[in-house]
């Protein structure tokens, strides 16, 4: 039989929402909330800020108005997001409403995902 002893809960251990201001370079945090929120006033690029191995974030991104967000900063690891969805490109965000992605650092890379395909 196995038995866990003292285990530890490392990064977020709530669900909590955070709002991202929107500016010329978005940073995510982990450390801010494991749901985060932006609204994008023109396209941006997104900046990994305090990632480290084995956390993730979900972001909630409205687009405003057609705008792009790309994750190609290298605090993601290497030369920007590995993406696992999508073909390995970065997703096209929807036109009206959220597009729902997820954020996760391994091996000091930073992957993401997107969620759903609406």
Known sequence: ????TGPAIRGTSLWDSFTVADGSAVGFDP????IQLI???????????NFANGE??????????????TGTDA?????????????GVA????????TVIVLFEVGGQVYGARVGDA
């Open 39 to 49: 609204t994008l006033g023109a396209n941006r690029t997104r900046k990994a800020t």
């Open 91 to 98: 997703p096209t965000l929807n036109t009206a409403g959220f």
């Open 75 to 87: 605090a993601f690891g290497g030369s920007g997001v590995v993406w696992k969805t999508d073909g």
């Open 56 to 69: 993730a974030v979900t972001l909630m991104v409205n687009d405003g108005a057609a705008y792009a967000l």
């Open 31 to 34: 450390g801010k909330g494991s």
């Open 1 to 4: 039989t196995d038995t866990v």
